[in-house]
């Protein structure tokens, strides 16, 4: 299965509101996964099965869709979310992440 | 409290072997559910999930690499270990280790930079 995020890269500014979206190449129900990654550092778990917030996560990200569609939305943007946005499924292996989507605060 | 920690040379000649450990602390790699993951990212590019083993022993691969891939657990150690065979230049990466829980990885390791290059 393959993971397409538009777009590559995005610049906005704090209190904006950003969608970042990720397709598969085929239906994986809801079993989609956000991670944010920073340079240098391991990603972490933002939102699991499409729309989960993981704990500890601020309410301001959210995920949603499903069968092929999937977008994360930052609801205000703050200066700490510059980072690398990643979608994985996990419907079936091999568990596929997207290419990243670079996002960088004006 | 869960932590992964990744360990293993940071360089390797090409056609060598590489064996990475990632240490497991706060759980069990022998209970029930769990699974533990390889994923790696080389330089300034996606990540790439390589392999996952679960508690019962299971294994998956990634197709691509899984001729030269082979993953194992110590439960004695609580430890599991990714052997990547004949490495190439193409290789040099950042490989991580993570807890799987149900599809999704919610911890990680801080990552080991490998470099392959003669």
């Known amino acids: 299965i393959q993971m397409t995020q538009s777009p590559s890269s995005l610049s906005a500014s704090v209190g904006d509101r950003v969608t970042i979206t990720c397709r598969a190449s085929?239906?994986?129900?809801?079993?989609l996964n956000w991670y944010q990654q920073k340079p240098g550092k391991a990603p972490i778990l933002l939102i699991y099965?499409?729309?989960n917030l993981q704990s500890g996560v601020p309410s301001r990200f959210s995920g949603s869709g499903s069968g092929t569609d999937f977008s994360l939305t930052i609801s205000s943007l703050q200066p700490e979310d510059s980072a690398t946005y990643s979608c994985?499924?996990?419907?079936?292996?091999?568990?596929?992440f997207g290419q990243g989507t670079k996002l960088e605060i004006q | 409290q869960i932590t992964l920690k990744e360990s293993g040379p940071t360089l390797v000649k090409p056609t060598q072997t590489l064996t990475l450990t990632c240490t497991l602390s706060?759980?069990?790699?022998?209970?029930?559910?769990?699974?533990v993951g390889w994923i790696r990212q080389p330089p300034g590019k996606a990540l790439e999930w390589l392999a996952l083993?679960?508690?019962?022993?299971?294994?998956r691969y990634s197709p691509s690499l899984k001729s030269r891939v082979t993953i194992t657990k110590d439960i004695s150690k609580n430890q599991v270990v990714l052997m990547m065979t004949n490495m190439d230049p193409v290789d040099t990466a950042t490989y991580y280790c993570?807890?799987?829980?149900?599809?999704?990885?919610?911890?990680w390791g801080q990552g080991a930079l490998v470099t392959v290059s003669s």
């Open positions: 085929q239906s994986i129900s809801r079993y």
């Open positions: 993570a807890h799987r829980k149900q599809g999704y990885f919610d911890y």
């Open positions: 099965d499409a729309s």
């Open positions: 706060g759980f069990s790699i022998n209970t029930s559910g769990v699974g």
């Open positions: 083993i679960y508690w019962d022993d299971d294994k």
């Open positions: 994985q499924q996990s419907d079936s292996t091999p568990f596929t």
